[in-house]
């Protein structure tokens, strides 16, 4: 029997780690945890954590490691079982959060076969992505759509998202100074992160993501396995 696999997927912010998660939550049936969705979601609830969070994810910096890990392990333990594959998306993002990362894929994750996935882009491109970024503002949805012309992410209504008819607007840390401290942050980071999967024996898998998505999804299929090339 093949193992059941978690894919962690290592890319700037505006690379479509989201989409890609949500492409492969829809058409294969995989589960997506995603560490900025659940840090919306806690601000929105207004729980302890989101209040601590609010400043740091509107300025575009990291959320602490100790918390981003608190949330990790609540999710994991609501999940009753783990019928298919996870995406784990935009976690772990630093090396002390992949340390602690291993002990859980240790103690609960054991049955897992781990993927490294690195989305490949220009920081140009995600900055323009980022622009035309608009989410749906119910928070147990959050899904992205894309305002930029010809773009397969655009609702079909104005404004409305497509799944529940939420409202749709401008994530908090969608603007150019937050954008900016975002990448920053991000290519900080990057480079540690990658050399800690490579010593643990992980093979990192290069996707280039400035394509369309659905060609996205098709070389994501091919990189894993899961389709011819
Ligand atoms: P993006 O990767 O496009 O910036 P996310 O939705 O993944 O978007 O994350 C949004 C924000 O949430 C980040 O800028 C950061 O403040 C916080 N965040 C999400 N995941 C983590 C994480 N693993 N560690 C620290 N902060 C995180």
């Not at 608190?70 to 995406?87: D, G, K, L, R």
Request: aromatic content about 8%.
């Amino acid at each position: 029997m093949n193992p059941k696999q978690l894919f962690v997927f290592i890319g700037p912010p505006g690379s479509g780690k989201g989409s890609l998660s949500s492409m492969c939550v829809e058409k294969l049936g995989w589960v997506q945890l995603s560490t900025g969705d659940l840090c919306r979601k806690n601000i929105a609830e207004q729980t302890p954590i989101g209040q601590q969070i609010d400043f740091a994810i509107k300025s575009g910096k990291l959320v602490p490691d100790s918390l981003i890990t608190e949330m990790v392990v609540q999710w994991f333990e609501q999940q009753t079982e783990h019928p298919a594959s996870i995406i784990l998306d935009g976690y772990p993002r630093t090396v002390a959060q992949a340390q602690e990362f291993t002990l859980i894929l240790k103690s609960r994750l054991a049955a897992f076969d781990l993927k490294v996935v690195r989305f490949a882009i220009s920081d140009e491109h995600v900055v323009a992505r980022l622009s035309g970024r608009y989410i749906c503002n119910n928070k147990g949805c959050q899904a992205v759509y894309s305002l930029i012309p010809g773009s397969s992410l655009a609702p079909r209504r104005v404004m409305t998202c497509d799944r529940c008819d939420g409202q749709l607007m401008r994530r908090s840390d969608d603007y150019e100074d937050a954008i900016r401290t975002r990448l920053k942050v991000y290519h900080q980071h990057e480079h540690d992160l990658i050399s800690f999967f490579e010593q643990k024996g992980y093979a990192i898998e290069k996707c280039d993501v400035e394509k369309p998505l659905l060609d996205v999804f098709k070389e994501f299929q091919q990189l894993v396995g899961l389709r011819a090339a």
